[in-house]
Nanobody, 122 residues
């Protein structure tokens, strides 16, 4: 069992930056691949970024490539999403998730956090 708690969301102007954090409980955190997803109001949840259990492989949605960066610290049971050059269309609730494959598919992730709101004003 893994429990995930996101933090770091907030209101930022377009062009600004935020860093989201996801704290995981449980001793098996380093066994899991981690992903970030987001869901804008009235839209489906979508893939943002993923990182393998070791941190050696990362994946990004085309819409955030070059602006967002995912990282993890297995010693601290943390995963991060650094978001730069934010755009109004990045506004959404951001969720972290844990699974056994660094996948773009929601169905591959077993555990989910409660989400943190990111709002980017124009």
């Amino acid at each position: 069992q893994v429990q995930l708690v996101e933090s770091g969301g907030g209101l930022v102007q377009a062009g600004g930056s935020l860093r989201l954090s996801c704290a995981a409980s449980g001793r098996t955190f380093s066994s899991y691949s981690m992903g970030w997803f987001r869901q804008a109001s009235g839209k489906e949840r979508e893939f943002v970024a993923a990182i393998s259990w070791s941190g050696g492989r990362t994946y990004y949605a085309d819409s955030v490539k070059g602006r967002f960066s995912i990282a993890r610290d297995n010693a601290k049971n943390l995963v991060y999403l650094q978001m730069n050059s934010l755009k109004p269309e990045d506004t959404a609730v951001y969720y972290c998730a844990a699974g056994f494959g660094a996948s773009v598919s929601l169905s591959e992730y077993r555990y989910w956090g409660q989400g943190t709101q990111v709002t980017v004003s124009s």
